[in-house]
């Protein structure tokens, strides 16, 4: 069985290498993969798109973690993937949107909803708070989670008002984007999924594999940032590296960061192939959610003062991380989620 990327995928990694080579910030990172094309990577062919699926998505989601950039990618990365799976449901302004570089903000909490059905099936109304979009600030459009499914709401129209929500991120990096939560009163929304059986776990599963994607990369960015500065400096003559608790701390943070590495491709390859990745989901963000944090406090320990410095890189990776269990849930969360899944079987 052959585990290496095919030649889409690894086009797809050197194209999204281009973009980061020329050290964009994330203030300009979203227009330069634009430019390149890579925002439409999963957006259906007959949209303007690539119709690639979850594992080219994982591969830019991991390529910005690495880079510890912020941009709207990981939602329209995650709409991409939900158009490609919308069949029969108008999105013909929706993806051209997003073709033409518009955001789409995406939530799967909702902290109070109902959705009202029309008596014409196309069209619903729905009514409720939702929480955690990414780079909502900048949102044409939103999807939001129904026990149906996801739903398709433009944030133009009437009966939407978004209250920013500040990011970890932000509160060392004054420019950074805001999340945002969405308060919304009968609404009119397209729902996405009909009639699947799966919908609400399709999504969530979309969701938290770029998510996934996206924290292994932020671990594996920190992991060299902190190798690169153990083998640069010195002390008593000699690279941090060759101290053996220095080395021994950071192996353990590199057997952490490929493992997630991998149960993230595992999970896109997965979804691709129309299986359910519930259950290693589950397992890989409660290990990020835990054995992560403590990896990334760990990153911060073996820099000294450095790693406290906020004009030093590692703080944009563990606010970045902290930001990525706040969508994702933490160590409780999922671990119940996959105590459920076991206690079902």
């Given at each position: 069985m052959d585990f290496g990327l095919d030649e889409t995928q690894l086009a797809v990694r050197e194209a999204v290498q281009g973009v980061l080579s020329r050290e964009p910030t994330s203030a300009n990172a979203?227009?330069?993969?634009?430019?390149?094309?890579?925002?439409?990577?999963?957006?259906?062919?007959?949209?303007?798109?690539?119709?690639?699926?979850?594992?080219?998505?994982?591969?830019?989601?991991?390529?910005?973690?690495?880079?510890?950039?912020?941009?709207?990618?990981?939602g329209v990365g995650i709409a991409g993937m939900v158009a490609s799976r919308a069949t029969g449901a108008d999105i013909g302004d929706w993806s051209k949107s997003i073709a033409d570089g518009e955001v789409t903000a995406v939530s799967v909490r909702a902290v109070?909803?109902?959705?009202?059905?029309?008596?014409?099936?196309?069209?619903?109304?729905?009514?409720?708070?939702?929480?955690?979009?990414?780079?909502?600030?900048?949102?044409?459009?939103?999807?939001?989670?129904?026990?149906?499914?996801p739903v398709l709401v433009d944030v133009a129209q009437g009966g939407v008002a978004m209250a920013?929500?500040?990011?970890?991120?932000?509160?060392?990096?004054?420019?950074?984007?805001?999340?945002?939560q969405f308060d919304l009163v009968d609404v009119p929304c397209t729902p996405l999924f009909a009639g699947r059986p799966d919908a609400s776990e399709l999504f969530a599963d979309l969701h938290r594999a770029v998510f996934?994607?996206?924290?292994?990369?932020?671990?594996?960015?920190?992991?060299?940032?902190?190798?690169?500065?153990l083998g640069t400096r010195k002390q008593f003559g000699r690279p941090l590296a060759t101290f053996q608790a220095a080395s021994q701390e950071i192996a353990d943070i590199y057997v952490l960061a490929t493992a997630l590495e991998s149960m993230s491709l595992y999970c896109n390859w997965t979804i691709?192939?129309?299986?359910?990745?519930?259950?290693?989901?589950?397992?890989?963000?409660?290990?990020?959610?835990?054995?992560?944090?403590?990896?990334?406090?760990?990153?911060h320990h073996l820099h000294g003062g450095l790693g406290v410095d906020v004009t030093y890189p590692m703080h944009r990776y563990f606010s970045s991380a902290k930001d990525v269990v706040r969508h994702c849930g933490g160590e409780r969360q999922n671990l119940r989620r996959l105590g459920t899944r076991c206690s079902s079987v």
């Amino acid at each position: 069985m052959d585990f290496g990327l095919d030649e889409t995928q690894l086009a797809v990694r050197e194209a999204v290498q281009g973009v980061l080579s020329r050290e964009p910030t994330s203030a300009n990172a979203w227009q330069m993969l634009c430019d390149s094309g890579v925002h439409v990577l999963a957006l259906p062919e007959d949209s303007g798109g690539a119709g690639l699926g979850a594992v080219e998505v994982g591969i830019v989601a991991q390529a910005l973690g690495t880079a510890a950039l912020t941009t709207p990618f990981l939602g329209v990365g995650i709409a991409g993937m939900v158009a490609s799976r919308a069949t029969g449901a108008d999105i013909g302004d929706w993806s051209k949107s997003i073709a033409d570089g518009e955001v789409t903000a995406v939530s799967v909490r909702a902290v109070r909803q109902s959705v009202t059905p029309d008596p014409v099936p196309e069209y619903s109304g729905i009514t409720g708070r939702f929480g955690a979009a990414q780079h909502a600030e900048d949102a044409r459009w939103l999807l939001a989670p129904t026990a149906g499914g996801p739903v398709l709401v433009d944030v133009a129209q009437g009966g939407v008002a978004m209250a920013p929500v500040e990011t970890s991120l932000r509160t060392e990096a004054p420019d950074a984007p805001v999340d945002g939560q969405f308060d919304l009163v009968d609404v009119p929304c397209t729902p996405l999924f009909a009639g699947r059986p799966d919908a609400s776990e399709l999504f969530a599963d979309l969701h938290r594999a770029v998510f996934l994607s996206y924290a292994s990369g932020l671990l594996k960015g920190a992991l060299q940032l902190t190798a690169d500065h153990l083998g640069t400096r010195k002390q008593f003559g000699r690279p941090l590296a060759t101290f053996q608790a220095a080395s021994q701390e950071i192996a353990d943070i590199y057997v952490l960061a490929t493992a997630l590495e991998s149960m993230s491709l595992y999970c896109n390859w997965t979804i691709d192939n129309g299986g359910s990745a519930g259950t290693e989901l589950d397992a890989a963000l409660f290990l990020f959610a835990g054995e992560g944090r403590a990896a990334m406090q760990m990153c911060h320990h073996l820099h000294g003062g450095l790693g406290v410095d906020v004009t030093y890189p590692m703080h944009r990776y563990f606010s970045s991380a902290k930001d990525v269990v706040r969508h994702c849930g933490g160590e409780r969360q999922n671990l119940r989620r996959l105590g459920t899944r076991c206690s079902s079987v």
